[in-house]
């Protein structure tokens, strides 16, 4: 489980082992209950999201920055800054970022895997002015 993988090449990196030994009592063994699972990654998130502040503001590309991540519950956020005017954005280039994002979460082995355990995952894009470009969240594949 996971709320985010992270590289050594310019992108941030937290260490899901790390957040995995918090969170997961061995005890448990391997069936957890619902209850059990829901308070697992609501964890799992916190320490993430707690790892993956230290190195923010973090670019991406040309004009996307994460600028904040956040957990509640059992749902991971991201927020990212594009460098444009939310004049500018067409509806064409909301949907190709939204279309690339899930297919971004839904090849992630790790992310279907938490999805499947009832984790989601809530995306934000705000212009360089702060205002809403778009927004949604990923709960399944």
Not at 64 to 82: D, R
């Amino acid at each position: 489980m996971q709320a985010h993988s992270g590289t050594t090449n310019g992108k941030l990196n937290t260490d899901s082992d790390a957040a995995i030994a918090t969170c997961v009592d061995p005890s448990i063994g391997q069936n957890p209950t619902d209850a059990q699972m829901t308070a697992i990654i609501a964890c799992i998130f916190s320490e993430t999201a707690a790892q993956m502040d230290a190195g923010l503001p973090s670019k991406i590309d040309e004009i996307t920055t994460l600028v904040a991540v956040s957990s509640h519950g059992t749902t991971f956020k991201y927020v990212y800054v594009l460098d444009v005017e939310t004049a500018d954005v067409r509806q064409q280039n909301i949907d190709a970022l939204e279309a690339s994002t899930r297919q971004n979460a839904c090849t992630n082995a790790n992310m279907m895997q938490t999805m499947e355990a009832g984790g989601s995952y809530f995306y934000r894009w705000v212009d360089r002015s702060g205002v809403l470009i778009t927004s949604f969240t990923i709960e399944g594949c």
